[in-house]
Each structure stands twice: as C-alpha cells, then as structure tokens.
C-alpha cells in the first residue's frame, strides 16, 4: 500500500473532498438546482471521485487500488465533461465553471502520480 495509513492523509481524497463541497455549494442554487438530472449527475460523479480512492484505498494490494484510483480519474473527466453541459446550459458563471474544471485537473494529476507510485511497487 502506499505510504499513508489511512484514506484522509491522501492528497488526492482530500482534493477529492473539496470538489465535493465545491460541486454541491455551485449546484444548489438557481436552474441547475431545478434539474434534477443534470445536477445530480455531477454531483454523483464529484462523489465517485472521492469515494473511489477510499474505497480502492481498503482493498488488500496496490493492484486492486490501482483499479479504483482508475475509476476515479475517469470519475474526474466525467464532472468535467459534465461542466461543458453547465457553461452550455449556462447554469454556472465562467469563474465557477473553471474553478470545478481546475480541481478536477489537479486531481487528475494526484490520481496519475499516486499511480505511478504504486505501479512503481509492483514492479519490484
């Protein structure tokens, strides 16, 4: 396993964390708030995000969390793809919009470089 003893200590779950807040606080207001669909979609994936890392996190070997760590970058593309529907439907501002976009950047960097780390292990 990686070097944290516990889910928390991982950068990544806790970026992971704050995309969360941040996707729920920007989509409880206004007309994304009214579209159940759209908005719980993003909220889901935001939630994947997160939980994917702590879930693999618990699993027994490096090669298991790798393949929730996996799910959980593509957790991150998806809230991305997701911000293209919310500039499109213009339900969130430019700023909030590349704010979620960001996070998600910087997670997937976490995510990729947590991997390697681990790929790296079982290598050896």
Do not use: P
């Amino acid at each position: 396993m990686a070097t944290a003893s516990t889910f928390e200590e991982l950068k990544c779950w806790q970026k992971g964390r704050e995309l969360v807040t941040l996707v729920y606080s920007l989509t409880s207001a206004g007309q994304i708030a009214q579209d159940f669909g759209v908005r719980d979609q993003a909220r889901r994936a935001a939630l994947s995000v997160m939980n994917n890392i702590a879930e693999g996190f618990a699993r027994e070997s490096n090669k298991e969390f790798l393949r929730f760590l996996d799910i959980s970058h593509a957790s991150c593309v998806e809230v991305k793809s997701m911000t293209y529907v919310l500039e499109d439907l213009q339900y969130l501002s430019a700023l909030d919009i590349q704010n979620i976009r960001t996070k998600t950047d910087e997670i997937k960097g976490l995510i990729r470089g947590l991997m390697k780390y681990l790929r790296s292990n079982l290598e050896h």
